[in-house]
C-alpha cells in the first residue's frame, strides 16, 4: 500500500494550549481512513494541518512534518493554493455557494483555469464552455448527485435538500481533480438516508482519490474507513485497521472510548 | 453519572441471566450423575424441571441479546461478550437436554444398579462435572487460563468413552440379556462425552472473549490438571459458592 500522507512529529499550538502533540501517522492512497476520538481531542485540527487550513488561524502555531508527495506542505516555497487544489475539504455543514447549481460546480475551474505547455511554455488559460459542462457534469455524476440536478443547474445550490447540498460540495471539490480528500464530519447536520448516500460515496470515491474523515459516529467509521486512528487529548493513541480497532484494539483507552466507558 | 449507563445495565443483567442459567446447567447435570451414583429416582423431576428452566433461560438470553445488539451496538470486549453469550446458551441448553436424557434412560430401569457398580462411568462422570464446573467458572471468573486446558482433560473423558465402549461391548457379547442395560450404559456415557465436548466449546469462547484471540482446539500444552480422588457424590455440587454468584 502507497502511502499518501505522513505526519512527523506534528505539534499544533493555539496561543500556549498545545492541541496536538508529536503526531506520527501514515495515511494510505486510496483508502479511508477515519479519525475518531471525542470532542477537543484534536482529530479537525490533524485534517486541517493537512491541507494548511490552520494558517487561517492567526495564533496558531504548526510544527513537524506533513509529507505529501514525498514534499513537506508546511516548507515557505510551497503554493498554499495549489496545496488546496490538490487537498479538497468539504465541512461539517453543507454551505454552497450562493449561486446556481452549475456555478457552484464550475466556479474553481474558472477560477484556476487550465495549466497548459505551449511551444515549451507554460501557459494559463480559461476553459471553454464546453469544457467548462463537462467538468460539471463529471463532477455531478461522481458526486452521486447528477441524475437529481441534470434539469435544474441553474437553480440555486440552496435550494437543494442538505444531503444534496453536501454532495454538491464535494462535486466542487472533485471538479478541480484533488488527490486527496478530507471530510470534517460531513455527515453530522444530515439525516440517515442523506448520510447513508453519503457513505457509499466516499467508498465509491477512494476508488479515485484518499480519503480522510473526522467523524463523532463510531458506527459510521466502522462501516465505511480501511483504517482507523483515535486521537485523544491532542495525542494519536492508536491506528490500525478498522476491523482490529473496533474488535480487538491494542490499547486500554482505544477500548475504553470505542465502549463508551470514557469520553 | 457512568457513561453509557443504560448499555452498561444491560451488561450486567445479562451476566445475571447467563449465571443463572450456567448455575442450572451444572446443576442438571451434577443431579443426573447424581441419579446414576445413588440409584436415587427421586432426582429424575428434579432434572427435567431444571431443563425446562434452562430451556426457557436459552430463549431469554438469546431475545436480550439481540436486542442489546440491536439498540446499543456493542463493539471490541463487549460485543465478544455477547457472542460469547449469544454461543454459550447454546451449550448450556445442551447440557440440560443430555441431563434429561440420561435420567430419561433410568426411567423404570430395574437393572439402575448396574450404572451404580460401573466404577469407569463414575470415573467419567466425576471428569465431566469437573469439565462443566470449570468451563461454568471461567466464564464467571474471566478466567482464560482455565479456559483454555479444558481439552487436554476432555482428551481423558474420550479415552474413557471408548475403553467403556469396548468393556460394555464385551459383556454384551458375553451375555446377550446385557444388551439392553449396555445399550443404555453405552448411551449414557455418549451424552457425558458430548457434555465434556460442550464444555469444552464454551473454554473456546471463553478464551475468545477474555483475550481476543482464538484458542486452537488442537493444540495441547500438555498441562493436565491431575484428577483429584473423586468427592463428587459426596459433595454433589463441587463448587458451590459459585451458586451465589
Known amino acids: 500500500m502507497t502511502t499518501a500522507i505522513h505526519a512527523e512529529d506534528l505539534n499544533v499550538y493555539f496561543d500556549k494550549n498545545h492541541a496536538l502533540k508529536g503526531v506520527t501517522m501514515d495515511i494510505n492512497k486510496n483508502e479511508v481512513t477515519a479519525v475518531i476520538g471525542p470532542s477537543g481531542c484534536g482529530k479537525s485540527t490533524f485534517i486541517r494541518c493537512i491541507n494548511r487550513m490552520n494558517d487561517l488561524i492567526t495564533n496558531c502555531t504548526v510544527n513537524g512534518k506533513v509529507m505529501v508527495d514525498g514534499t513537506d506542505i508546511n516548507d515557505d516555497d510551497v503554493d498554499v493554493v495549489d496545496v488546496r487544489r490538490r487537498i479538497g475539504m468539504v465541512f461539517q455543514k453543507p454551505n454552497p455557494f450562493p449561486k446556481s447549481i452549475y456555478e457552484n460546480v464550475a466556479y474553481a475551474p474558472r477560477l484556476h483555469g487550465i495549466v497548459e505547455t505551449v511551444d515549451g511554455k507554460v501557459k494559463r488559460r480559461k476553459h471553454t464552455k464546453q469544457e467548462l459542462d463537462a467538468i460539471v457534469e463529471r463532477s455531478l455524476r461522481r458526486a452521486a448527485l447528477w441524475e437529481e440536478v441534470k434539469d435544474r443547474l441553474d437553480k440555486g445550490g440552496m435550494t437543494l435538500s442538505g444531503g444534496q447540498q453536501q454532495r454538491l460540495c464535494i462535486a466542487r471539490t472533485l471538479s478541480i481533480d484533488p488527490e486527496i480528500i478530507l471530510f470534517d464530519e460531513p455527515c453530522s447536520a444530515l439525516d440517515p438516508i442523506a448520510t447513508s448516500k453519503i457513505e457509499d460515496l466516499l467508498v465509491d470515491l477512494k476508488k479515485d482519490y484518499t480519503v480522510v474523515i473526522v467523524t463523532h459516529s463510531m458506527q459510521q467509521a466502522a462501516r465505511i474507513s480501511d483504517r482507523t486512528a483515535f486521537f485523544y487529548m491532542g495525542e494519536m493513541v492508536e491506528m490500525g485497521d478498522t476491523k482490529q480497532i473496533f474488535e480487538k484494539p491494542a490499547r486500554e483507552l482505544t477500548e475504553q472510548y470505542i465502549t463508551g466507558r470514557m469520553g | ?245
Open chain 2, 1 to 245: 453519572m457512568v457513561p453509557r449507563a443504560t448499555f452498561m445495565h444491560e451488561l450486567d443483567i445479562l451476566n445475571e441471566e447467563i449465571t443463572e442459567m450456567a448455575n442450572a446447567s451444572k446443576k442438571a447435570i451434577e443431579k443426573a450423575v447424581q441419579m446414576i451414583a445413588e440409584n436415587d429416582l427421586t432426582l429424575k423431576d428434579e432434572v427435567r424441571q431444571l431443563d425446562r428452566h434452562i430451556y426457557e433461560m436459552n430463549e431469554r438470553i438469546d431475545n436480550h441479546c439481540l436486542d442489546i445488539i440491536a439498540l446499543h451496538s456493542p463493539v471490541a470486549s463487549d460485543l465478544r461478550m455477547i457472542s460469547t453469550c449469544l454461543k454459550m446458551v447454546e451449550d448450556l441448553n445442551r447440557f440440560g437436554r443430555y441431563a434429561r436424557d440420561i435420567v430419561e434412560l433410568m426411567d423404570d430401569f430395574e437393572e439402575g444398579k448396574a450404572f451404580k457398580r460401573f466404577e469407569s462411568l463414575r470415573t467419567m462422570a466425576c471428569l465431566v462435572v469437573g469439565l462443566v464446573d470449570d468451563a461454568v467458572y471461567s466464564f464467571l471468573q474471566r478466567d482464560a487460563e482455565k479456559a483454555s486446558h479444558l481439552h487436554e482433560r476432555d482428551d481423558a473423558v474420550d479415552s474413557l468413552y471408548d475403553t467403556i465402549f469396548r468393556e460394555v461391548l464385551t459383556y454384551m457379547m458375553e451375555d446377550p440379556r446385557k444388551i439392553t442395560v449396555g445399550i443404555d450404559l453405552i448411551l449414557v456415557a455418549r451424552y457425558m462425552e458430548r457434555v465434556a465436548d460442550h464444555a469444552c466449546n464454551i473454554g473456546e469462547y471463553v478464551y475468545h472473549m477474555v483475550t481476543g484471540e482464538r484458542l486452537d482446539p488442537t493444540k495441547r500444552t500438555g498441562h493436565v490438571e491431575p484428577v483429584v480422588a473423586c468427592k463428587l457424590f459426596d459433595h454433589p455440587s463441587p463448587r458451590t459458592e459459585l451458586d451465589e454468584k
